[in-house]
């Protein structure tokens, strides 16, 4: 037996990296701003889209939206109410979105052309784990949690949260019944991602979202 | 759970890559998983032999070697190693700090291959030596 070591050293994720390069340069050069936005199901990723996709839209802005979930294209369906274009992304059991499947589904989405719109939101499939892992691109990772949810939520995937550029608390009109420890979440983020714009937000009233529409504007100046 | 994800990457990559020493058997192949990763080793462990059954590499042994989070604090002007991913904090100081070092790797490190593979059997039966590669160090 003539045994050897080959050094390899090399991503195992190269592959998706790699593309998810080529995707943000490519979203860079047409003047998009790409968002990912990353949470639990049921955190209302979906709920704060829409109303995200309908306030741009009045202020004249052009957003779009790729939408993941295992099955169904009833978020797609919900968010197109908005007057967005929107397209779902079925991953069929995978638990994350990748850059090829992004990649994919921009390509012959009818009546979409990326440097017609100042924003592409990329709503992941709906869990904290798994799309930490996955560069598709963007140039903001957002990483959402909802009062209902437990304060130490960041705290119980770190992974997320310090890769995230802005973190945005939903459901704060029913903080109180849900006995939200507001300071308490604040100060867990900020320990895992010290500094990391937080957006307290309600997509039912529409708190916190003036804050993180502004948000939007100054990053895609950047 | 993407590990079989993972794991299905790592066989595609540890497949290609051997395939430049025909005849070679990969032995082992060794894993560098940071602990920011958010992969589970243990399910790793366990999509292995799944993912692995019926390629050129079935039977290969992975190993994988986590590496902790390194921080650089500024104010200390030094990198420290973080015990867990609870705060980030420099153990030095208490200053938070963003300036992860470490710990977000998922790479395939290096693999070992046997390269008389199938066809040395013979060879290594009529007492050839074994030459064991020298690990370079990181």
């Not at chain 1, 993941?68 to 069929?92: F, K, Y």
């Not at chain 1, 550029?165 to 320990?191: H, Q, S, W, Y």
């Not at chain 2, 040395?120 to 030596?129: N, P």
Request: glycine letters at 10%.
């Amino acid at each position: 037996m003539t045994t050897r070591i080959v050094e390899l050293r090399q991503g195992i994720l190269k592959k998706n990296d790699e593309l998810a390069r080529v995707l943000r340069q490519k979203f860079t050069s047409a003047g998009v701003l790409v968002l990912n936005l990353v949470s639990s199901p049921g955190t209302g990723k979906t709920a704060f889209l829409e109303r995200t996709l309908r306030e741009l839209l009045a202020h004249g802005g052009r957003p779009a939206a790729l939408v993941g979930d295992l099955e169904t294209d009833n978020d797609a369906r919900r968010l197109a109410a908005s007057g967005a274009p929107v397209r779902q992304i079925n991953t069929h059991g995978i638990c994350h979105l990748d850059a090829e499947m992004i990649e994919r589904h921009l390509t012959g989405w009818e009546g979409v052309e990326l440097g017609g719109l100042d924003y592409l939101f990329i709503e992941n499939v709906g869990n904290l784990v798994c799309p930490s892992s996955y560069d598709l691109g963007e140039k903001i990772r957002v990483a959402l949690l909802s009062v209902t949810e437990g304060e130490d939520k960041p705290l119980k995937y770190p992974t997320l949260f310090n890769s995230a550029d802005a973190a945005v608390i939903t459901k704060m009109d029913i903080a109180e019944p849900c006995g939200f420890d507001r300071e308490l979440a604040l100060r867990n983020i900020n320990e895992i991602r010290p500094g990391i714009r937080i957006f307290e937000t309600s997509s039912k009233t529409g708190a916190g979202m003036e804050e993180w529409l502004a948000y939007l504007q100054e990053m895609r100046k950047l | 759970m993407h590990e079989l994800s993972i794991v299905s990457s790592v066989v595609d990559s540890v497949t290609e890559s051997a395939a430049a020493y025909p005849g070679a058997r990969v032995l082992e192949v060794r894993l560098r998983v940071g602990a920011l990763a958010s992969v589970v080793v243990d399910s790793l462990e366990f999509c292995w032999g799944i993912a692995t059954e019926g390629t050129s590499i079935e039977g290969a042994k992975l190993v994988v070697k986590t590496v902790p989070v390194v921080v650089w604090c500024e104010p200390c002007g030094k990198a420290s190693e973080l015990e867990g991913v609870q705060s980030f904090r420099c153990p030095l100081c208490g200053e938070l700090t963003i300036d992860v070092r470490q710990g977000r790797e998922l790479e395939i490190e290096s693999i070992e291959i046997d390269e008389a593979g199938e066809a040395g059997k013979a060879g290594e039966a009529e007492g050839i030596g074994k030459t064991e590669g020298a690990e370079v160090p990181r």
